[in-house]
T-cell receptor, first 114, second 112 residues
Framework: DVKVTQSSRYLVKRTGEKVFLECVQD?????MFWYRQDPGLGLRLIYF???????EKGDIPEGYSVSREKKERFSLILESASTNQTSMYLC?????????????FGPGTRLTVL | AQSVTQPDIHITVSEGASLELRCNYS??????LFWYVQSPGQGLQLLLK??????LVQGIKGFEAEFKRSQSSFNLRKPSVHWSDAAEYFC??????????FGAGTTVTVRA
């Protein structure tokens, strides 16, 4: 079974802190994604990566950056956390660039910024 | 750009009753369509997907969905709901890149 793990289920940070969210997948997938999930808005794509050291902006990249140094790991970075970044963050991976391939999701990290 | 609309924010259904969740998409070419389910505290799990062929698609947990191009719809159905089907359901559309666009979700409550 494909497994996508996220470093924390719950995280509480203060405004202005630098925050790292880590995601690891164990199936050698090329593609990895970071979404944020907010009530009434569904999932919105922040960043995605289709290869090591490759990244592209999604729909809402402002205030975020990412890092992919190894194929299995994709990190989301909040350089200076703000209260409007309080949200559920979901990581996903998929095995190729074909659009019809299923994305496999991690359990999510619920981030609260105080 | 593609988009997805799920008109129903919240649906309540009795256990054993049928369920239908609506999904309308906007996309210029042949869409790739997905339904995901998110149980409380969990990530998203794929229920079913459509990208060609038979317009009636069978999925896991007894769900099915029907693609209707003329109505730009991909509605999800289950003939008899179980209490464990209480969850949030997301419709998504994929295009000619590897991204998915998600609807806002429909929360399903199952009453005994």
């Amino acid at each position: 079974d494909v497994k996508v793990t996220q470093s924390s289920r719950y995280l509480v940070k203060r405004t202005g802190e630098k925050v790292f969210l880590e995601c690891v997948q164990d199936m050698d997938h090329e593609n990895m994604f970071w979404y944020r999930q907010d009530p009434g808005l569904g999932l919105r794509l922040i960043y995605f990566s289709y290869d090591v050291k490759m990244k592209e902006k999604g729909d809402i990249p402002e205030g975020y950056s990412v890092s992919r140094e190894k194929k299995e790991r994709f990190s989301l970075i909040l350089e200076s956390a703000s209260t409007n970044q309080t949200s559920m963050y979901l990581c996903a991976s998929s095995p190729s660039q074909a659009p019809y391939n299923e994305q496999f999701f991690g359990p999510g990290t619920r981030l609260t910024v105080l | 750009a593609q988009s997805v609309t799920q008109p129903d924010i919240h649906i309540t259904v009795s256990e054993g009753a049928s369920l239908e969740l609506r999904c309308n998409y906007s996309y210029g070419a042949t869409p790739y369509l997905f339904w995901y389910v998110q149980s409380p505290g969990q990530g998203l799990q794929l229920l079913l997907k459509y990208f060609s062929g038979d317009t009636l698609v069978q999925g896991i947990k007894g769900f099915e969905a029907e693609f209707k191009r003329s109505q730009s719809s991909f509605n999800l159905r289950k003939p008899s709901v179980h209490w464990s089907d209480a969850a949030e359901y997301f419709c998504a559309v994929g295009s000619n890149d590897y991204k998915l666009s998600f609807g806002a979700g429909t929360t399903v409550t199952v009453r005994a």
